[in-house]
């Protein structure tokens, strides 16, 4: 069965700090896909990023990094030097192989305070 | 810009009163999904449709029906709602190849829908 656990409800920080999600997940699979999505208060998910359980690269894009390791089975993404627009829920969300439905960990609540 | 598109943003309906939400997409994409949210709870998955072929979620409720006339068009149709049903309905799109799984899902904006 697939989980996705998101530990931090609400994480606040000060402009222009630096803040990490973490999010660990479980699949019986070995063919996977975990996904991050940004939901402002305007109540839209944005896609942040994919990446299949083959591609161990962590990434960077702009202020935003991940950092993908199978050996814990995390999948954690940083915002490096926040800003007011960062403040969102954070979704990590995992889909197996030959499924269409993604399993949603609980959301991490950022506030970034100016 | 391709999009995936819901009116209204926000609806307001009454106790037993049917109600449709609505959902297109220029996206092209093969594979249409509805999700509910209710507050501060992650997006759960209603039903969704591979093309034609209507898949629902085992603990969907019989009060939640889906439409797709075509590939741009999806309809949620909630025959007789409850005050339990106010939440945020989002559909979703994802390019899908047969029995790969795995593809990105792209979101509208949602509708909010509110029972009195």
């Known amino acids: 069965a697939q989980k996705v656990t998101q530990a931090q409800t609400e994480i606040s920080v000060v402009e222009k700090e630096d803040v990490t999600l973490d999010c660990v997940y479980e699949?019986?699979?070995?063919?996977?896909?975990l996904f991050w999505y940004k939901q402002p208060p305007s109540g839209e998910l944005v896609f942040l990023i994919r990446?299949?359980?083959?591609?161990?690269q962590n990434e960077i894009s702009g202020r935003y990094s991940w950092n993908f390791q199978k050996s814990t089975s995390s999948f954690n993404f940083t915002i490096t030097a926040s800003q007011v627009v960062d403040s969102a829920v954070y979704f990590c969300?995992?889909?197996?192989?030959?499924?269409?439905?993604?399993?949603f960990g609980k959301g991490n609540q950022v506030v970034v305070i100016p | 810009d391709a999009m995936v598109i819901q009116n209204p943003r926000y609806q307001v309906t009454q106790f037993g009163k049917p109600v449709t939400l609505s959902c297109s997409q220029t996206?092209?994409?093969?594979?249409m999904y509805w999700y509910q949210q209710k507050s501060s709870q992650a997006p759960k998955l209603l039903f969704h449709?591979?093309?034609?072929?209507?898949?629902n979620e085992a603990d969907t409720p019989d009060n939640f029906q889906s439409r797709r006339p075509n590939t741009s068009f999806c309809f949620l149709d909630i025959r007789s709602p409850g005050l339990g049903d106010a939440a945020m309905y989002l559909c979703?799109?994802?390019?899908?190849?047969?029995?790969?799984?795995?593809?990105?899902?792209?979101f509208g904006p949602g509708t909010r829908l509110l029972v009195l």
């Open positions: 979703a799109t994802s390019n899908g190849l047969a029995g790969a799984g795995g593809e990105t899902q792209y």
């Open positions: 699949t019986r699979d070995t063919t996977y896909y």
């Open positions: 990446r299949n359980s083959f591609d161990e």
């Open positions: 969300a995992l889909s197996d192989y030959g499924n269409n439905r993604l399993a």
């Open positions: 996206l092209n994409h093969n594979v």
């Open positions: 449709y591979y093309d034609k072929d209507f898949n």
